[in-house]
Every structure is written in structure tokens, then in C-alpha cells.
């Protein structure tokens, strides 16, 4: 199994909403990513935990909290959004921080912000 | 700053036929990652490349890792349609750790039959 599951998939929010995105892998994986993708460009990292902490923070804004409770979850909550962080949020997975290991990505969670 | 760039950006080919593309980066790195992403889809992995001289081969595509001249570049044999997709590579930023990505562009290839 080397699937890294995120929901929800698609998610619309007002700018006063708040709202999480949640990621789960039972890979055994202790690294564990997001990354933002806008339309037609590449993805940009956001946030890595390593073994349930927060190993690199990419400056990204408050208004975006990541959460890791366990090994196998990660979390991002969101809160006062604005229409420009509409995107895809790509949650990922790999064996630790050791470069060389496969980084297994999810489907993604379209958020459109209004 | 590591900066990485790609071309052709896009990249429209006829079955059959072969065809290179290039990843370019501005910094020292011997990290180097192909990912393959579908319309409205995720990123699949290709290929992790960790050493300058370093060749993978997976059916039609084959990488390759040129740490000196900073190049990868990923070749296409023999074209087909499922082959149509995103093609990204991206670098590892030399003394972080793994995850910290910085991707190309992407080149968006359409095979044509």
C-alpha cells in the first residue's frame, strides 16, 4: 500500500471560515509534507514534520496552521483565508528525511476560497 | 537562491517518435526527482536520482543526472499517447533536507497519434 489518502477533496470556504484538511498514510512514513499548487504552476513546499514535528516552515502565513497528532496523520487548518490561496494542497509522505526516499504524494484537496 | 528550470515548457510529439527534456538548476545539488501529474491528478514518481553519472530506465523514459554541467535530463523513447502528461523535475536544495523540493516548471507533453 503506498497510498497517502487526503480529504476532503474539494472544499470551498468563505474568507471568515475555518476549516482543516486532513492527510493519512499507513506507510510507516515519519516525513510528512504539504505543498501548495496553483493552477498551471508547480508546487511549492509549505511545511515538513519529521517524527510529529514541525522540521521546516516555508514563511508560510498564520492563517495556515499545520497539525501532525500522530505518525500517520497531518492535518492543516485553515482560518481567515483569501481568494488567492485558492489552490490544490498536495499532502505527502516519505520514509524519513534521508534523501533518496521515494516522496509518495496524495490526490490533493482542491480549495477555492470566496 | 536555488533556481530550476525546464524547457521545453511544452512539448507536442507524434507517436513513435523520440524526444529530450532538459532540467537545468543554479546551485550545487546531486538531488534530483522526476515526477510524472496527470490533468487534475497527483504527482507520481519516477525517478530519484542521487549521483552525478546516475541513469534510471523505466520503460519508455530514461534520466539522467549530470551534477557538473547541473543538468538532468529526462529522454522519451518511442513516444505513445498514454505518455501525455506534466513532466516536473525538481532539485533538492543542497544542505536541506529531504522535502525541501524546489520544482521546474513543468513540461506539458502531448502525444499526438
Known amino acids: 500500500d503506498t497510498e497517502v489518502t487526503q480529504t476532503p477533496k474539494h472544499l470551498v470556504m468563505g474568507m471568515t471560515n475555518k476549516k482543516s484538511l486532513k492527510c493519512e498514510q499507513h506507510m510507516g512514513h515519519r516525513a510528512m509534507y504539504w505543498y501548495k499548487q496553483k493552477a498551471k504552476k508547480p508546487p511549492e513546499l509549505m511545511f515538513v514534520?519529521?517524527?510529529?514535528?514541525?522540521?521546516i516552515n516555508e514563511s508560510v502565513p498564520s492563517r495556515f496552521s499545520p497539525e501532525c497528532p500522530n505518525s500517520s496523520l497531518l492535518n492543516l487548518h485553515l482560518h481567515a483565508l483569501q481568494p488567492e490561496d485558492s489552490a490544490l494542497y498536495l499532502c505527502a509522505s516519505s520514509q524519513d528525511l534521508k534523501w533518496g526516499n521515494t516522496i509518495y504524494f496524495g490526490e490533493g484537496s482542491w480549495l477555492t476560497v470566496v | 537562491e536555488l533556481k530550476v528550470e525546464q524547457n521545453p515548457l511544452f512539448l507536442s510529439m507524434q507517436e513513435g517518435k523520440n524526444y529530450t527534456i532538459y532540467c537545468n538548476y543554479s546551485?550545487?545539488?546531486?538531488?534530483l526527482y522526476w515526477y510524472r501529474q496527470d490533468p487534475g491528478k497527483s504527482l507520481e514518481s519516477l525517478f530519484v536520482?542521487?549521483?552525478?553519472?546516475a541513469v534510471k530506465q523505466e520503460g519508455r523514459l530514461m534520466a539522467s543526472l549530470d551534477t557538473k554541467a547541473r543538468l538532468s535530463t529526462l529522454h522519451i523513447t518511442a513516444a505513445v499517447h498514454d505518455l501525455s502528461a506534466t513532466y516536473f523535475c525538481a532539485v533538492g536544495n543542497y544542505g536541506g533536507s529531504q522535502g525541501n523540493l524546489i520544482f521546474g516548471k513543468g513540461t506539458k507533453l502531448s502525444v499526438k497519434p
Open positions: 546551485t550545487t545539488s546531486d538531488r
Open positions: 514534520y519529521s517524527y510529529e514535528k514541525l522540521s
Open positions: 536520482l542521487l549521483s552525478n553519472g
